[in-house]
Antibody, heavy 124, light 107 residues
Framework: EVQLVESGGGLVQPGGSLRLSCVVS????????MDWVRQAPGKGLEWVGR??????????EYDASVKGRFIISRDDSKNTLYLQMNSLKTEDTAVYFC???????????????WGQGTLVTVSS | DIQMTQSPSSLSASVGDRVTITCRAS??????LVWFQQKPGKAPKSLIY???SLQSGVPSKFSGSGSGTEFSLTITSLQPEDFATYYC?????????FGGGTKVEIK
């Protein structure tokens, strides 16, 4: 059974840093593209960024709103995905979801499995 | 960036109704579209991918259609467990983007 469990959320001051973790089970992390998606309280979904799989050299993509501040990494030996968040802003307040992407028949990747999310609150 | 515009933003329907939600992309996305269902306090659940392919385990009351820039999600015979918020999402190109959501409420 595929499982993704996020942790590391909490209250942080503007300008601060936080690292989220996502421990996965039921599949081999290195085989999969992994994403972070966030949802501000009462708002819609927003993609944060992606790390490709080992075959694609773990290259990354980010939304412009977080590029240069957030870093996605992984430790396949620990079955763990990370989101390092620096220079946090109040508008980064959201539930952060870890997502496994699945390759479609035409080789684009869509979100398939989601974790339960972890809440990050940026406030003074 | 590809903008995804959903309509309506909310709708009221009765148990047993058929409802259709529309999603328009600001440019062609080659059917790289997913529909998600989200219930309060829960993670989104994938219903449809590639615009019209039913995700494994999802009942056939959910169906997706469309091409180019216009897509729709249809739910037949609404049941109490179907009242939720539905999102469309394009995975054609970066940045990946979502529609604003459609909240389906009980009339």
């Amino acid at each position: 059974e595929v499982q993704l469990v996020e942790s590391g959320g909490g209250l942080v001051q503007p300008g601060g840093s936080l690292r989220l973790s996502c421990v996965v089970s039921g599949f081999t992390l290195s085989d999969y593209y992994m994403d972070w998606v966030r949802q501000a309280p009462g708002k819609g979904l927003e993609w944060v960024g992606r790390t490709r799989n080992k075959a694609r050299s773990y290259t990354t993509e980010y939304d412009a709103s977080v590029k240069g501040r957030f870093i996605i990494s992984r430790d396949d030996s620990k079955n763990t995905l990370y989101l390092q968040m620096n220079s946090l802003k109040t508008e980064d307040t959201a539930v952060y979801f870890c997502v496994r992407a699945e390759r479609g028949v035409r080789n684009n990747y869509y979100f398939e499995y989601w974790g339960q999310g972890t809440l990050v609150t940026v406030s003074s | 960036d590809i903008q995804m515009t959903q309509s309506p933003s909310s709708l009221s329907a009765s148990v047993g109704d058929r409802v259709t939600i529309t999603c328009r992309a600001s440019q062609a996305i080659n059917n790289y579209l997913v529909w998600f269902q989200q219930k309060p306090g829960k993670a989104p659940k994938s219903l449809i991918y590639d615009a019209s392919s039913l995700q494994s385990g999802v009942p056939s009351k959910f169906s997706g259609s469309g091409s180019g820039t216009e897509f729709s999600l249809t739910i037949t015979s609404l049941q109490p467990e179907d009242f939720a918020t539905y999102y469309c999402h394009q995975y054609h190109s970066y940045p990946l983007t979502f529609g604003g959501g459609t909240k389906v409420e009980i009339k």
